[in-house]
């Protein structure tokens, strides 16, 4: 069983920065993938980002690719988003979801986090 918590969103200017952290429970939290997901209202939910269970390998979505970047902590247990050059299209919530496949389908992750909003403003 693995819960886990985000934090770090909140309302940011067009061209701006933010980090995501994703707090994770359990002692086998460097077992698991770790994705980032978001969704947007009236939209359905997107992959952002995954990383392996070292941090050695991440993949990205096109619309993030070279100005988003994925990092885990395994010592802390945490998984990082770090958002730069923002864009009003990045508004959504950002999830945070755990499994032990290395995967960017949403339908295969176990465990996810409750959100938290990302609002880019122009």
């Known amino acids: 069983q693995v819960q886990l918590v985000e934090s770090g969103g909140g309302l940011v200017q067009a061209g701006g920065s933010l980090r995501l952290s994703c707090a994770a429970s359990g002692r086998t939290f460097s077992s698991y993938a770790m994705g980032w997901f978001r969704q947007a209202p009236g939209k359905e939910r997107e992959f952002v980002a995954v990383i392996s269970w070292s941090g050695g390998t991440t993949s990205y979505a096109d619309s993030v690719k070279g100005r988003f970047t994925c990092s885990r902590d395994n010592a802390n247990n945490t998984v990082y988003l770090q958002m730069n050059s923002l864009k009003p299209e990045d508004t959504a919530v950002y999830y945070c979801?755990?499994?032990?496949?290395?995967?960017?389908?949403?339908?295969?992750?176990?465990?996810w986090g409750q959100g938290t909003q990302v609002t880019v403003s122009s």
């Open positions: 979801a755990a499994d032990p496949t290395y995967t960017n389908v949403a339908g295969r992750y176990d465990y």
